[in-house]
């Protein structure tokens, strides 16, 4: 198989689809669910997605195990090119690595103005012109309108897409969401957020939701799944 036909054929042509051609420069984009349902293996085949497109992708990491950021884009990617027989793997791999930097970050002890320069370093003086911004492990517990509201103008200003994980408290599911299916952290600047996308666990696979698309607050399944054993996003 040749690279275009693996980009071709790949569920995100699906997940695009159904929202509306996929998060565009400037949008922000939401991975809810509790911890352990998949919300990091989503994003990084999002990143995967983009990085298979020959575009560039800073992954920012909130978390504490960051050594194993590298891992999960190594894991999913052979994965996905399982049984699929693709020409130049290995260099593509290379290239994947290339268009790839994972920057660090303590939400306690930095700013969110801090990390903006730290990412407009990398962006303009560092000449990585990023298409997109994945955010791991961030804790929407912990910040408010303004910070959102700073990233949502940074990503226009740019031009670049960000992707977040929002973990949601195991509990009721009542309690977690409201009536919309919007996990209640998000809270007060939901409103600046443009896709939120649901991961909700069934008997055999993690089903994906789409609960806002930009102005339209919606509940709709996605016409695919994750596996549990592999967490790759499959056809339905």
């Known amino acids: 198989m040749v690279l275009s036909e693996l980009i071709q054929r790949s569920p995100i042509r699906i997940f695009e689809q159904s929202i509306n051609g996929g998060l565009k420069a400037g949008e922000i984009g939401i991975i809810a669910s509790p911890n352990g349902v998949g919300k990091t293996s989503v994003l990084v085949q999002l990143a995967l997605d983009k990085l298979l497109h020959n575009k560039k992708v800073i992954h920012v990491s909130f978390t ?26 290995a260099e593509i791999k290379n290239d994947l690595v290339k268009n790839r930097v994972q920057m660090n970050f303590n939400q306690d002890g930095v700013t969110i103005d801090q990390i903006l320069r730290s990412l407009r370093a990398m962006i303009i003086e560092g000449g990585f012109k990023a298409d997109s911004i994945i955010i791991d492990g961030f804790d929407f517990t912990n910040t408010d309108n303004e910070r959102i509201s700073k990233v949502k103008d940074f990503a226009t200003e740019l031009g670049v897409s960000v992707w977040y994980s929002c973990s949601v408290a195991d509990g009721d599911s009542g309690t977690q969401y409201d009536k919309e299916n919007i996990p209640v952290v998000l809270g007060s600047f939901a409103d600046k957020i443009d896709i939120v996308i649901v991961l909700q666990p069934k008997s055999d696979h993690v089903e994906l939701s789409i609960s806002k698309d930009r102005n339209s607050i919606i509940s709709k399944s996605i016409a695919m799944k994750l596996d549990p054993k592999t967490l790759l996003i499959l056809g339905v």
């Open 64 to 89: 504490k195990h960051t050594h194993y950021v590298p891992l999960w884009y190594e894991d999913i990617f052979n994965e996905l090119i399982n049984k699929k027989n693709l020409e130049n793997a």
